[in-house]
């Protein structure tokens, strides 16, 4: 909206106070996520308040609209948490991703089971560490032909044998960077398709 649009100075301060503190609240995301958020805020006020003409005064009306909406601080927590999320899966950087879905799933999001499967692509990492540290208890158990375990074993029967060997470390590493290309290539598209109309839901 613009000055222009309205005939009270005091509300045109009251919105562009508003919007001030929408852009306060996004500040830290990349230009193209605050430009589109503020967009989608603004056109929610603007159609808003002009559908509203019950209400004869202007600053009656946008505090109305804004009182609807509620603080920006509030209502925009699960909104940043996808953006910075789609950032890092764009990045590849699994580290900002694990942040983004913590974010998310503090304002009461989903992504519970892309969460569990990003922190067992971490046990991956694990896996090979201890291999290096405790090979003797790290690896792919059998005992008499039957399968005991894949992993850190604490305690083994002296009959257990283990297949891999060191070979364990290299399929590990390829194994993970496969599962995590895979993995974040089709989290991108879960999280394009589910942003698109974020704000616009939330505001109907």
């Known amino acids: 909206m613009k000055r222009s649009d309205f005939n009270s100075a005091e509300a045109y301060r009251i919105y562009a106070n508003y919007i001030e503190q929408v852009n306060d609240t996004i500040s830290m995301l990349p230009k193209d996520d605050v430009f589109d958020i503020t967009n989608e805020i603004d056109s929610h006020i603007y159609e808003s308040f002009i559908c509203n003409k ?6 009656e009306r ?15 927590k699960p909104v940043i948490a996808e953006r910075q999320l789609k950032q890092a899966i764009n990045k ?16 009461g999001g989903q992504y519970i089971t892309a ?25 792919l158990f059998i005992e008499h032909g039957d ?27 390829v194994s993970c960077v496969i599962f995590y290309l895979l993995m974040t290539f089709i989290l991108k598209r879960i999280v ?13």
């Open 54 to 59: 019950a209400i004869a005064s202007e600053k």
């Open 115 to 139: 969460v569990i499967m990003y922190l067992f692509l971490l046990s991956g990492g694990f896996l090979v560490i201890a291999k290096i540290f405790y090979p003797h208890k790290t690896g």
């Open 192 to 204: 394009r398709i589910k942003t698109k109309l974020n704000l616009k839901n939330r505001h109907r």
């Open 147 to 173: 399968f005991v375990g894949l992993g850190f074993l604490s305690q083994i029967n002296a009959e257990a044998v283990e297949l891999l060997g060191y070979w364990l470390i290299p399929v590990s590493i």
């Open 62 to 76: 946008i505090t109305t609209v804004i009182r609807n909406l509620g603080e920006p601080q509030s209502y925009l």
């Open 92 to 107: 590849y950087n699994i580290w900002g991703i694990l942040k983004g879905f913590w974010g998310i799933l503090l304002t």
